[in-house]
């Protein structure tokens, strides 16, 4: 289950449970939706609470960064886990943004708060 919330030039996304490509289809939509309204926005994503992700929520995250290279400012992801740590380094590869990994909610949105 995810949770999205929306600011200017920003996007939250909180998983809880399973992240499901459903979840990321609804996440796929409101991005499009801001970036075609405002241009390039951050992306803030708390995964702490997310227990797992299946393999084709991978995928398309990869064919959505590699779709959106120039849309994000900076994107903030907040986990422990390494494998997620992992994903957010690789999608570097495929976008602009400046792209962090944080161990608390605050650092993260301080952070993006500090570029705006």
Do not use: C
Request: without cysteine; glycine residues 2%.
């Amino acid at each position: 289950m995810i949770v999205i919330d929306q600011k200017p030039q920003r996007v939250s996304v909180s998983v809880f449970g399973e992240f499901t490509l459903a979840d990321y289809k609804e996440f796929e939509e409101v991005v499009n939706y801001k970036v075609k309204f405002e241009g390039p926005v951050d992306l803030y994503f708390d995964l702490s609470q997310m227990a797992d992700l299946t393999i084709d929520v991978a995928w398309e995250e990869i064919k959505f960064s590699r779709a959106h290279p120039d849309d994000f400012k900076r994107v903030a992801v907040v986990t422990d886990s390494q494998w997620v740590t992992w994903s957010a380094w690789l999608s570097q590869t495929f976008v602009s943004a400046d792209v962090e990994v944080f161990d608390s909610a605050d650092e993260a949105i301080s952070w993006l708060d500090s570029g705006q």
